[in-house]
């Protein structure tokens, strides 16, 4: 994907506004109302970066573009969201360009290990289970949430028997749907049918076309997915399982954690890391400080 230096200022009008362009060591991102405001190179951080990552000026990202509002592409078919800005920033404070390689969800960390990305940015949960593969910079909180078709009553600690579309490789797939299913099955009541796929955009299309009875995804995107279905989809229960997202980067990498943990500290000590999740009405998931494996289980 094509370098970025100056963000959308709106949803609506991300293609238009999708520049590029470097002065004076400053990176354009959008403030809280929609404009444009100069991100500065903090130096502190920018000398924490590896050499090869310096002297390449890239970030490469692997990243699952299908997850709005936090990623997913835009009418030319480049990565737009929160998450993206956020990225775009940090990398602005490092005084580098940002290179997004999209990419299945589950196959992004496995790249990571295997050289290929730097980072990864697809609202990765911080684990102690993928804490065992790969380094997490953490930098936002969100929980697990359901939903289904406008009028249709499932209640997600009692949908036994019931299909629930899950995107491959989330941790919606690979432990709370099985957790679920596993209570039904052992209180004698039929397991549920976890259809999986490879996007969110297909695991929620499941729904909207009555091929599943409800969806589950981190509460970001299924709060955008209702919103943006036309009346068609409804929140099904509370938000559970809060989690922190992480940016993860191989383990034998640690200087690069450093150098992005210190990006987005300083990305959040002037404010921009708040604006930015204000301007995408993600706000409440924002944390207080940015630290590496902060998950405790």
Do not use: H
């Amino acid at each position: 994907m094509k370098n970025r230096y100056l963000l959308p200022a709106a949803l609506t009008a991300a293609a238009a506004l999708l520049l590029t362009g470097c002065v004076n060591n400053e990176v354009a991102t959008p403030d809280a109302t929609g404009s444009t405001a100069a991100v500065t190179v903090d130096k502190a951080a920018e000398a924490l970066l590896p050499d090869d990552i310096r002297q390449a000026g890239k970030l490469i990202l692997g990243t699952d573009a299908t997850y709005a509002p936090n990623e997913f592409k835009d009418a030319n078919g480049d990565p737009i969201g929160w998450e993206i800005e956020l990225a775009d920033a940090m990398a602005g404070k490092l005084g580098l360009t940002t290179d997004y390689q999209v990419a299945k969800f589950d196959n992004i960390i496995p790249s990571i290990t295997g050289g290929k990305y730097d980072v990864g940015l697809s609202s990765f949960f911080d684990t102690k289970e993928r804490q065992q593969q790969v380094d997490m910079v953490d930098y936002f909180t969100a929980g697990i949430q359901w939903a289904t078709l406008a009028g249709k009553s499932v209640d997600p600690d009692n949908a036994c028997g019931l299909k629930v579309a899950v995107q491959n490789g989330t941790t919606e797939a690979l432990d709370d749907v099985p957790a679920k299913s596993q209570a039904c099955t052992d209180a004698g009541k039929p397991a549920i049918e976890a259809l999986g796929y490879d996007t969110q955009d297909e695991a929620t299309a499941a729904v909207t076309l009555g091929r599943a009875d409800a969806m589950t995804a981190d509460s970001p995107v299924v709060q955008y997915a209702v919103q943006q279905s036309d009346g068609k989809l409804e929140l099904s229960g509370d938000v559970y399982s809060t989690f922190l997202y992480g940016m993860p980067i191989a383990k034998d990498r640690g200087d690069l954690g450093k150098a992005l943990q210190a990006a987005l500290q300083s990305l959040m000590d002037d404010g921009t890391y708040g604006s930015i999740l204000s301007k995408w009405g993600v706000e409440s998931g924002a944390i207080d400080k940015i630290d590496i494996n902060g998950a405790t289980s």
